[in-house]
């Protein structure tokens, strides 16, 4: 079995020999070979990183059970209170709307 630890290891030291190989055949002076070096290889140590941090937490998804019943009881207690938000917000758009109604009847009558 091979530790996370192990295959950052072993991914970066893949990506150094691949850096090397691609910087000679890429390159023409020291300071290409180097830079090419240093980006490979960067770029899979932190590629390594991503892998292990997926693949621990895909193997902690499996193994954790999933509380369905407690969150079936929280999401319909967040229906039950959307419900009452919006019972709430349609009886006081319609009292604005009645105030509104009233208020250009006023204007009318004033008018007049």
């Not at 091979?2 to 150094?16: I, L, P, R, S």
């Not at 090419?36 to 390594?48: D, G, H, K, M, N």
């Not at 193994?63 to 039950?80: I, T």
């Amino acid at each position: 079995m091979m530790f996370g630890e192990n295959f950052v290891y072993f991914f970066t030291v893949q990506g150094f020999f691949i850096g090397i190989i691609f910087g000679i055949l890429k390159s023409f002076d020291a300071e290409g070979l180097f830079i090419y070096t240093f980006l490979i290889t960067t770029f899979f140590y932190l590629f390594s990183h991503v892998i292990i941090a997926l693949y621990f937490r895909t193997i902690t998804v499996k193994a954790y059970l999933f509380p369905k019943d407690l969150h079936e009881k929280d999401l319909d207690l967040f229906v039950r209170e959307i419900n009452k938000r919006e019972k709430l917000i349609d009886s006081v758009s319609k009292m604005t709307d009645e105030a509104m109604k009233m208020n250009s009847e006023d204007k009318v009558r004033s008018t007049r």
